[in-house]
């Protein structure tokens, strides 16, 4: 950009280079905001002479067109955009949601200089209303042939971020003790109800079980058959494997085993299996506490239906000490 002083009658459509304040320390205008005919009225108004200003040069865009631009093609889903003041968008949440993160991609993005992007967490839960990305400028304008790379990047491999929403989640929880069905219900059930409440679920649906493979697989198949977004395998017992009696009664109730062992802890032992599309989450001592473990990282996406992979699983070990 090029930038000049010039006379506040002539700044009509310039682009301010600095923030204005009146003599007492109230901004009167902020650094790259487009002057209109009645900012210059209000200048003249305060007794200002002078203005330092800039003109966009051939190739170049206004930081609020480059950032609404990005802005629309960013992400997808349960979203709407903000436009707030230097150059920036707020994208906001509206309705529940699980934010989901293509980690590679965002990375590519931000190596640019012209445009940068801050996001949610990945699988990170976000209520209505609340923000799930920010896009921010360089100042005052941007590179034409910089903007039009990063849009032809996200037009080719889809946007950054989805916010997928969470509606109307219904998990089912399956109790489990090897000497009494009922143990493991007391033990874990208000833990339970205040894990899912603060993701706007109810447990709708549970059941208690004798820690054996036939029983535990014949309350698995109950629970299937009342169609919940979630199963939830709370047991008072820590598997050693696939092998142990969840593991098998899992197999035995038509699951495929999709991961055990999470690089997580709290909740290296978690178990993730799917019955046709319907997760089922085992982690053994997840539920004795309140205290964000392995299952946190894991509720949202599963109650935003969205189905977590062995490898994602995989990739929570980069953050994944909570405690």
């Known amino acids: 950009m090029r930038a000049q002083t010039i006379d506040v009658s002539e700044a009509h459509g310039r682009i301010l ?7 007492g320390g ?3 205008l902020a650094k790259g905001h487009m002057m209109s ?3 210059v009225s209000l200048l003249e108004t305060e007794g200002m002479h002078k203005v330092w200003v800039s003109e966009l040069e051939d ?6 067109d480059a ?8 992400a997808c889903g349960s979203v709407e955009i903000r436009p707030a003041a230097g150059g920036r968008a707020n994208l906001l949440a509206t309705e529940d949601c699980c934010v989901l993160v293509d980690d590679d991609l965002l990375r590519q993005f931000n190596c640019t200089a012209s445009v940068v992007i801050a996001t949610a967490p990945n699988f990170g839960f976000i209520r209505r209303g609340e923000r799930v990305a920010t896009v921010k400028s360089a100042p005052l304008a941007v590179s034409r042939d910089q903007l039009d790379a990063v849009l032809s990047m996200l037009q080719d491999r889809g946007p950054i971020l989805q916010s997928r929403p969470i509606r109307d989640p219904a998990a089912a929880v399956l109790y489990t003790d090897p000497w009494s069905a009922d143990r493991a219900r007391m033990l874990f059930e208000n833990v339970m109800r205040q894990r899912l409440d603060k993701l706007g679920c109810a447990p709708r649906f549970s059941l208690a079980a004798v820690e ?14 009342a169609r919940p977004t979630v199963v939830l395998v709370a047991s008072t017992t820590a598997p050693a494997g696939p092998a142990d009696v969840v593991g098998r009664a899992m ?21 993730l299996g799917y019955k046709d599309d319907l997760p089922v989450i085992s982690a053994p001592g997840c539920f004795r506490s309140a205290k964000q473990n392995v299952v946190d990282l894991v509720l949202p996406p599963v109650l935003a239906r969205y189905r977590v992979s062995g490898w994602e699983i995989a990739c929570l070990g980069h953050g994944g000490l909570l405690a």
């Open 17 to 23: 280079c600095c923030t204005i304040f009146r003599p």
């Open 26 to 28: 109230k901004k009167l």
């Open 37 to 39: 005919a009645e900012d």
């Open 59 to 64: 190739g170049e865009v206004a930081e609020d």
């Open 67 to 74: 950032v609404a631009q990005v802005a629309s093609t960013v």
């Open 212 to 225: 054996d493979e036939a029983s535990v697989a014949k309350a698995l198949g109950h629970l299937f058959k």
């Open 251 to 271: 197999l035995d109730a038509g699951c495929h085993l999709e991961r055990f062992l999470a690089p997580v802890e709290p909740g290296n032992l978690m178990m």
